[in-house]
């Protein structure tokens, strides 16, 4: 080591070279000399050849400060202020550094977000495991390629305030929605929340891709929802529309054929204790389905229900109650109740259970 280090300190001598051509060719050598074996080094080692090298690396072309940065990005002792000055410099230069380098702490990275541009937080965001303190910064100041990185990359880890902004950011974004709906970090009532506000496409998208939401996310919740009927039974004050439905439970009549001739008759409050009941939601719950002009809610209840296309196009029809439901809007339900699955929309159901559920235990505590 001893010979090293003189030939070292002979080199160290030479940076004084003025030609972009000698400090290539001594910056290479350096650095050769420091990857023979780095772990083997000691600190004030690996601070002289830092020192060295920081000394030489300002004076050569991008292409050369960029091989020295792929070079030492993954050597977990490489000189600390070397790692920073590249991971600090144009992005050509600073990727590696930044995607790899185990010497970079959390101080280091969030400073380089708050002074760099998009390209850097792009490739700190895409790093085997970003910290809540880097992800709270990128969060905020990140684009929403950014944002869909983070939202990709199972070793990033967010806080509580980190998601909240993620999801706050991904509400006119389907991708980034499709993107966090993966995640299994994502807490229950946020996810939740998304899940009502994205588009269509994306909700079967999610239902579709992720059969494992309906254990992992509703299932205790699902025996609360079944025990509905059972406690609708044992209240003493049943108004007449759910005393009706009952009855006809108990008689075994009560079907979505049902529902359509009690919604002909115009007999609301009957249908939607009937569709309540059938479905295992609340009474208000199912009112707030059959009243909303958006009808979604509604679409999901019928067609887990298994309810007849034709029967659910007239049922949507009645149900336009003040005419503020467009054809257009009614054509694009129409088609997307044709186009996805009983069981799709019975996974959905489990969600609206589920917020439903979350909401109340809410309002209770």
């Not at 993107?179 to 994502?186: E, G, K, P, T, Y």
Request: with cysteine.
């Amino acid at each position: 080591m001893k010979e090293k280090v003189a030939h070292l300190e002979s080199l160290a001598r030479m940076t004084v070279e003025n030609s972009s051509e000698g400090r290539q060719q001594l910056l290479h050598e350096i650095t050769d000399m420091f990857m023979e074996q780095p772990d083997q080094l000691s600190e004030r080692e690996v601070a002289y050849f830092g020192e060295i090298m920081g000394g030489i690396v300002g004076g050569v072309e991008t292409m050369v400060r960029q091989h020295l940065a792929e070079t030492v990005s993954t050597v977990s002792n490489a000189p600390q202020d070397l790692i920073v000055s590249l991971a600090n410099d144009e992005i050509e230069v600073a990727l590696p550094v930044l995607t790899h380098s185990e010497v970079l702490n959390d101080d280091d990275l969030v400073k380089i977000v708050n002074e760099k541009g998009q390209e850097h937080m792009q490739a700190i965001s895409s790093r085997e495991t970003v910290s809540e303190t880097v992800t709270d910064v990128l969060v905020k100041k990140g684009d929403d390629t950014v944002l869909g990185t983070l939202a990709d990359n199972n070793g990033a880890q967010f806080s509580r305030g980190g998601m909240e902004t993620m999801f706050d950011r991904a509400k006119e974004n389907d991708d980034l929605n499709k993107s966090l709906a993966a995640r299994q970090d994502v807490p229950d009532d946020l996810a939740q929340d998304m899940f009502w506000r994205v588009s269509w496409a994306v909700r079967e998208q999610i239902l579709e891709d992720d059969p494992s939401l309906e254990e992992t996310q509703v299932n205790a919740l699902m025996e609360e929802a079944e025990a509905w009927f059972k406690d609708q039974k044992g209240k003493k004050a049943l108004n007449p529309a759910e005393k009706f439905i009952i009855r006809k439970d108990k008689l075994g009549q009560l079907d979505t054929g049902l529902l359509l001739s009690l919604i002909r008759e115009e007999k609301v409050p009957e249908f939607v204790a009937g569709l309540g009941c059938l479905a295992k939601i609340d009474t208000e719950t199912a009112q707030k389905a059959v009243f909303d002009p958006s009808a979604e809610k509604l679409a999901i209840v019928c067609k887990a229900l298994e309810m007849d296309y034709d029967v659910f196009g007239e049922v949507l029809y009645l149900s336009n109650f003040e005419n503020d439901r467009s054809a257009e809007d009614t054509e694009t339900l129409l088609g997307v109740y044709k186009r996805f699955s009983p069981q799709v929309a019975q996974r959905a159901l489990r969600f609206l259970r589920t917020r439903i559920s979350m909401q109340a235990k809410t309002a209770a505590g």
